[in-house]
């Protein structure tokens, strides 16, 4: 009975936490959403890398890391 009562309360906290990073990733995409174009150095300092895009408004976009898929423009 104390085996089934500890693995049941391992398993809630471990569903806490799985969810309660899950909650903070998506809050993170939905302000990356938000914002409309990054700068390049926005995107690299990202982990992300700019690359030309001929669907993007400004003709580059982010791929990968923090901004990926975000319009880059090449001011400050």
């Keep these: 009975m104390r085996y089934l009562a500890s693995s049941l309360c391992t ?8 969810f309660g990073i899950a909650g903070n990733s998506a809050a993170a995409q939905s302000a990356v ?6 700068t390049a150095a926005q995107c690299v300092g990202g ?3 700019v690359d030309h ?3 993007s408004p ?6 990968g ?3 990926d898929g975000v319009p880059v423009t090449l001011g400050q």
């Design 58 to 63: 400004t003709g580059l976009r982010c791929l």
């Design 47 to 49: 982990d992300g890398f």
């Design 33 to 38: 959403a938000k914002q409309d174009t990054v």
């Design 11 to 18: 398993l809630a906290l471990g569903a806490g936490v799985l």
């Design 65 to 67: 890391g923090q901004f």
């Design 53 to 55: 895009d001929d669907s």
